[in-house]
């Protein structure tokens, strides 16, 4: 059956028009991320997501959620402040106990933009009372479901488990009052464990995600923009294809206290060949990324990853014949005390030429209810080895 879900994601995504008309890095700031420690291995954690995030990483990751409510947060800063990032994320389990809900909300913008349109009269005099702050608004809106699956011909394997989750995601985006746009997509994740193996597989914008913009200018407005040869425009469509993520990782116990955990994704995008990724078979792409996390007690985390590999021209030759490889490496360390757990990554966009820095801070919070299910579960079990949340504790006879 495991078989089966992921035949079916490939047969899915190779049988989809991805024709040149489509537009590259739609809706691009959901790729950034959300969570420290995903962000601390690179996003290298389709296969091993086990939290309140997995709804922006792997949904099916969500199913592992047993306190009665975990909530996420993370904020984030890019250059110089000037860009936020934030994210909200709850999960919870329904009442039946066999499956777990999501709710997060993703924002990316920049605040307080000069707005300049009307600066200049037509007089040719300058009126400075006439400039006004805007925002450009990028909002993401998921819902999550996800839930354990046992084939029948695993039900006695308790060494296998697969799990299976979904996203429906709607998407608003804003420019100050002069545009705005609404979209909606599905996403659809599976992972599994085998031992101390781990697969994962995530199908992002499964049935194509497309963003319809509406455009509102006064009249003053159009003037302005006819007067400097802009083209006035209504409406305009972008469209997302799907993108698909493998993973697979494993975990190494080293002692009674250190665990490590490595894991390996390819990120495959099918809106034709992108510039400088390490492997382009047209019209699909493939960036890969590798990231691992040593944990000493299930207190404290060290990850470490590198992703977003570029082959680009080398600033170093003159004569622009000669290529170098840039990639993007990320730290990240983490806590994690009882119900609550804090994690922080750094990254930069490269390290061979003019490094961008980020800095990411999340949060996570389990709330359970006194004496709850949630709560005994919490306190009677043990974590799996990588793992930031609990095993599922076995069925007493």
């Known amino acids: 059956m495991v078989k089966k879900y992921f035949l079916l994601i490939l047969v899915v995504v190779s049988g989809l028009n991805v024709g040149g008309q489509q537009r590259k890095y739609v809706n691009d700031y959901l790729n950034i991320g959300v969570g420290g420690r995903g962000m601390g291995m690179s996003g290298a954690q389709i296969a091993s997501i086990n939290d309140v995030t997995s709804a922006f990483w792997n949904p099916a990751g969500m199913s592992y959620v047993k306190s009665d409510l975990q909530v996420g947060l ?11 990032y934030d994210y909200l994320g709850t999960a919870f389990q329904l009442k ?3 499956g777990v809900l999501g709710l997060s909300l993703i924002r990316f913008a920049v605040d307080d933009i000069p707005y300049t349109l009307n600066l200049i009269q037509p007089d040719g005099s300058i009126d400075y009372t006439k400039i006004k702050a805007i925002s450009a608004q990028d909002y993401a809106g998921l819902v999550t479901y996800a839930q354990q699956i046992k084939p029948k011909r695993y039900a006695s394997r308790e060494d296998i488990d697969i799990r299976a989750g979904g996203n429906l995601k709607i998407i608003h985006r804003s420019i100050g009052s002069l545009a705005n746009a609404w979209g909606a997509g599905l996403d659809l994740g599976l992972q599994a464990k085998v031992g101390k193996w781990r697969a994962g597989a995530v199908i992002k914008d499964l049935t194509t995600t497309y963003t319809i913009w509406s455009f ?15 083209e006035i425009v209504s409406k305009s469509t972008e469209i997302a294809t799907p993108r698909l993520i493998l993973g697979g990782g494993r975990t190494f116990t080293v002692n ?10 390819l990120d495959v995008t099918t809106d034709g060949k992108r510039y400088g990724n390490l492997i382009n078979l047209n019209p699909f792409s493939i960036d890969p990324r590798i990231g691992a996390e040593v944990s000493y007690s299930k207190l404290l985390y060290l990850r470490l990853g590198v992703g977003n590999f570029q082959r680009v021209l080398d600033d ?3 004569l622009n014949l000669q290529k170098t490889t840039l990639f993007q490496p990320t730290l990240g360390l983490g806590v994690k005390i009882k119900n609550f757990a804090i994690d922080y990554s750094f990254s930069s966009l490269n390290i061979q030429s003019s490094p961008l820095y980020s800095h990411f801070i999340s949060l996570r ?4 209810k006194k004496g709850g299910a949630g709560a005994a579960a919490m306190e009677s079990v043990d974590s799996v080895p990588g793992d930031n949340s609990p095993k599922i504790p076995k069925n007493k006879k």
Do not use: C, P, Q, W
């Not at 509102?216 to 802009?230: I, Q, R, V, W, Y």
């Open 316 to 318: 170093k030759d003159t």
């Open 216 to 230: 509102s200018f006064t009249d003053e407005e159009k003037d302005a923009l006819l007067s400097t040869g802009n």
């Open 256 to 265: 009674k206290k250190i665990d490590v955990l490595a894991e390996l994704n």
């Open 96 to 98: 039946n106990r066999k």
């Open 365 to 368: 919070i389990d709330i359970n």
């Open 74 to 84: 993370m904020h984030s800063e890019y250059f110089s402040g000037i860009a936020k």
